[in-house]
């Protein structure tokens, strides 16, 4: 078994948690409460920074050129299309510039940060892809949903298609050989502590989404 299906089996529960929350049934079926939208929206636009910099790091850290220019042209969907993506979604929701900068957190938000900043300065590659393949294969997972229909709501349909697709499905599929390449020569120590935060990253995508229906203390 590769290490990135060993460690998709150890994290099932959380992870057909987060991939069933009714967050996702709600966003899919176009039943989100605008209110929920709009937190969650404001509290992932918080990763964004981080997430680009963690990128930067992987391409830092990456051990050949290949990977190095795969995980690059990445980052440049992440820097264009996605931030654009914010822009609009915030402006059609009517969030103001404080909010959108200076939002109180809620705690997954907060630890996930401190997730990611964490393994980019520690600046291991196989650390890095870890939560970058949790925070990518997690996502397509729940965006992808054969047959069934897209939401009608622009924001719901646009969330949903960044995360789904041929091309979304060969990024997570060069993370997760990436994973399992950079993975398979790690002694116990440090198989241990990749592992810790690959569960470490699931734990937080399933609270992320539960933390969507809460009130953020004030930032």
Same mark, same amino acid.
């Given at each position: 078994?590769?290490?990135?299906?060993?460690?998709?089996?150890?994290?099932?529960?959380?992870?057909?948690?987060?991939?069933?929350?009714?967050?996702?049934?709600?966003?899919?079926?176009?039943?989100?409460? $605008?209110?929920?939208?709009?937190? %969650?929206?404001?509290?992932?636009?918080?990763?964004?920074?981080?997430?680009?910099?963690?990128?930067?790091?992987?391409?830092?850290?990456?051990? $050949?050129?290949?990977?190095?220019? /795969?995980?690059? /042209?990445?980052?440049?969907?992440?820097?264009?299309?996605?931030?654009?993506?914010?822009?609009?979604?915030?402006?059609?929701?009517?969030?103001?510039?404080?909010? /959108?900068?200076?939002?109180? #957190?809620?705690?997954?938000?907060?630890?996930?940060?401190? #997730?990611?900043?964490?393994?980019?300065?520690?600046?291991? %590659?196989?650390?890095?892809?870890?939560? #970058?393949?949790?925070?990518?294969?997690? %996502?397509?997972?729940?965006?992808?949903?054969?047959?069934?229909?897209?939401?009608?709501?622009?924001?719901?349909?646009?969330?949903?298609?960044?995360?789904?697709?041929?091309?979304?499905?060969?990024?997570?599929?060069?993370?997760?050989?990436?994973?399992? /390449?950079?993975?398979?020569?790690?002694?116990?120590?440090?198989?241990?502590?990749?592992?810790?935060?690959?569960?470490?990253?699931?734990?937080?995508?399933?609270?992320?989404?539960?933390?969507? %229906?809460?009130?953020?203390?004030?930032?």
């Amino acid at each position: 078994m590769t290490v990135s299906a060993e460690l998709r089996a150890a994290t099932a529960p959380v992870w057909e948690a987060a991939v069933g929350h009714r967050f996702v049934d709600e966003l899919w079926g176009g039943t989100l409460p $605008r209110d929920v939208l709009t937190r %969650y929206l404001v509290q992932d636009h918080q990763f964004l920074d981080s997430f680009v910099a963690l990128l930067g790091a992987a391409v830092a850290a990456a051990d $050949r050129p290949g990977p190095r220019l /795969r995980i690059a /042209r990445q980052l440049g969907m992440v820097a264009g299309p996605e931030n654009d993506f914010f822009d609009r979604a915030l402006d059609a929701l009517g969030v103001g510039e404080h909010e /959108r900068t200076h939002p109180g #957190l809620l705690p997954p938000t907060t630890g996930f940060l401190a #997730l990611m900043d964490e393994v980019r300065a520690d600046a291991r %590659y196989p650390d890095i892809l870890a939560v #970058l393949l949790v925070a990518e294969w997690l %996502y397509l997972d729940w965006a992808t949903r054969p047959g069934a229909e897209l939401p009608a709501g622009s924001i719901d349909r646009e969330w949903i298609e960044l995360h789904s697709g041929p091309e979304f499905e060969q990024w997570v599929a060069f993370l997760r050989a990436e994973f399992d /390449r950079a993975g398979e020569g790690l002694d116990g120590p440090a198989r241990d502590a990749v592992g810790a935060r690959f569960r470490r990253a699931a734990d937080l995508e399933r609270d992320f989404f539960e933390a969507a %229906y809460r009130q953020p203390s004030t930032g």
